[in-house]
């Protein structure tokens, strides 16, 4: 698959269409995260590259290592993103879906773009073969979009891009990654599960932690049996004391 450089939007255009004034927002934004996305994008790509004009198209068909001369790839591997079923209406979180990025740079007309393919999970409760986008909070869409700014520094403008923001990792409500529903892994997308990694980690961590917890607590409860005894033994001599004192008087 080739891909064509589509000229640049000026930062007016891109204004209308992320605010939804301009008559192509229509086809640009073809869902709510999907303006999400492109505004934070644009907000801070202006804030990182002023002087540069990028975009940002979403593509479905986009292929991973089909690059055509120029174009560099990043592919985010542990996104979080909520599925809701068009068939059956079941709804799940995952850690665990994966974003394809191309992006180009024309550094003499200082124009940048940035294709996007987000792939999408099917519902396991009721077996459809439709495949389900993801939804996204814009939090989490700042995190992503920061780590596409970090690739391109380093890729497109052979620059350091500083740190890369995992911050879905410890999410545990998506549950072990199931490939068969996944169509990144169908495609032969072999992607890093952070939250699994942890889940190993904790599992170590509270299984080395048991034998402690079952100590302490054992000791615990011999203290307190011992102390028990202890303040019977005292009772017991007070009161042998006191009888043998009383029956001394009579």
């Not at 192509?24 to 790509?45: G, H, I, N």
């Not at 495609?187 to 080395?208: C, M, N, Q, R, Y």
Request: aromatic share 12%; net charge neutral.
């Amino acid at each position: 698959m080739k891909e064509r450089m589509i000229p640049a939007l000026a930062s007016a255009q891109v204004k209308q269409l992320v605010l939804g004034t301009h008559p192509a927002s229509r086809t640009v934004c073809t869902s709510l995260t999907t303006c999400k996305w492109k505004k934070v994008f644009y907000e801070k790509m202006e804030a990182a590259k002023p002087a540069d004009s990028w975009e940002l198209i979403i593509d479905p068909n986009l292929k991973p290592n089909e690059l055509a001369p120029g174009w560099k790839q990043y592919l985010e591997q542990h996104a979080s993103g909520r599925f809701h079923c068009s068939w059956c209406w079941h709804t799940w979180q995952s850690p665990h879906v994966v974003i394809l990025f191309h992006m180009y740079l024309d550094r003499a007309q200082r124009a940048g773009s940035v294709r996007m393919r987000v792939f999408k999970q099917l519902c396991y409760e009721c077996g459809t073969a439709r495949l389900d986008e993801s939804s996204m909070l814009e939090v989490n869409i700042e995190s992503l979009v920061d780590n596409l700014i970090t690739n391109l520094h380093e890729q497109c403008y052979g620059e350091s891009g500083g740190q890369y923001r995992i911050h879905v990792a410890g999410r545990r409500d998506g549950g072990p990654h199931r490939s068969e529903f996944c169509e990144a892994c169908q495609e032969g997308i072999v992607h890093w599960k952070p939250s699994e990694k942890l889940l190993e980690e904790d599992t170590a961590f509270s299984g080395a932690s048991k034998p402690r917890a079952q100590e302490a607590s054992g000791y615990n409860f011999f203290s307190l049996r011992w102390g028990l005894f202890w303040a019977s033994l005292c009772l017991l001599i007070v009161y042998l004391q006191f009888s043998f004192r009383s029956s001394t008087f009579l």
